[in-house]
């Protein structure tokens, strides 16, 4: 981690922020207190690597941002970070000025997207992250604990592969968290992301629905779609977990060309079946954490003339 966060942990476990038990209780306090500020917590996982769950957070987050919401990016995939180069972040937590605050300003893109990643806090981004599971779990709740996230309305956190240290220590520290798993269509990604599915049924994390990634290519001549993956495959399972199936995202070189210059396509507003389809999937994310809300925070105040049976996702209130 870079050397402000490492300062800290070694100060803590020297004895200047007392014992250890302390210091934890500290932290938890910090972790709880952030969170409080954070409605939606969501989790983009996947029991497979090259599905696009990358891909997939980066344009959820900026879509969600796009659409006039407070978000907070979270990159946990710490030995291969991707998030800072999709967007085209170079800023790093050593020339940032604090101004004597407690907490660290996390890297901005936009107006409305907070983004933070273990790349932010390296010096050199091309250093290995050789960690084992402790170092990984205190770098997941640092970067919760000690950045100024604020109010946001939505945390997406992208995770690395399979059901290991970085989504479990999610579960553990973000009780709230709501999972989204990413596939493609071909049956050996199916039989990883089963395990995905069972993970968040082991640790009582429920999941907003599946997305099927590269499903079939668009043809850039004739803007057609060639099933070059199969298809439907992420529906399928998704009816047999009996959760959400959120859309399909067709391969388009556009979108590779995006994540490299960092300018990510499917959340632009350009016209295309990837980016309607994308648009599709953060409505349908939209539909269920509304329909998921308290039924407190679902009715209108006194001036909505509905009332009591004021529905919010089709109310102008």
Not at 58 to 73: D, I, M, P, Q, S
Not at 207 to 221: A, D, K, T
Not at 256 to 267: A, E, N, T
Request: aromatic letters at 6%; glycine letters at 10%; a neutral charge.
């Amino acid at each position: 981690m870079g050397n402000s966060c490492q300062q800290k942990s070694s100060s803590c476990s020297s004895g200047s922020c007392g014992s250890p038990d302390a210091a934890v209780a500290k932290q938890n306090m910090a972790i709880t207190s952030s969170l409080g500020k954070i409605k939606n917590k969501i989790l983009v996982m996947s029991g497979k690597g090259g599905v696009g769950k990358s891909t997939v957070s980066t344009n959820l987050a900026l879509g969600l941002a796009n659409r006039g919401y407070k978000v907070g990016l979270m990159d946990v995939d710490l030995h291969g970070p991707d998030i800072c180069r999709m967007l085209n972040l170079t800023e790093k937590l050593q020339s940032t000025q604090t101004d004597g605050r407690s907490l660290f300003p996390p890297m901005q893109y936009g107006e409305n997207l907070k983004v933070i990643s273990l790349e932010y806090m390296m010096e050199d981004r091309d250093d290995p992250i050789i960690w084992r599971g402790p170092l990984k779990v205190q770098a997941i709740r640092q970067f919760i604990a000690d950045m100024d996230w604020g109010e946001l309305d939505y945390l997406i956190i992208d995770a690395p592969p399979g059901t290991g240290d970085e989504p479990l220590t999610v579960a553990q520290t973000i009780k709230d968290a709501l999972a989204v798993v990413v596939t493609t269509p071909q049956e050996v990604a199916l039989a990883d992301v089963r395990k995905s599915l069972n993970f968040c049924k082991h640790v009582k994390m429920k999941v907003i629905g599946m997305v099927e990634n590269m499903s079939g290519f668009i043809c850039p001549h004739c803007n057609k779609s060639v099933e070059i993956f199969k298809t439907g495959g992420g529906e399928k399972t998704a009816g047999e977990f009996g959760v959400n199936f959120l859309g399909r995202v067709p391969i388009d070189p556009r979108i590779v060309v995006g994540g490299d210059d960092g300018k990510p396509y499917l959340s632009s507003a350009a016209e295309s079946p990837a980016t309607k389809a994308f648009a599709e999937i953060i409505s349908n994310v939209e539909k269920y954490i509304a329909a998921a809300a308290p039924s407190s925070l679902k009715i209108a105040d006194a001036g909505c003339a509905c009332g009591s049976t004021c529905n919010p996702t089709t109310c102008s209130c």
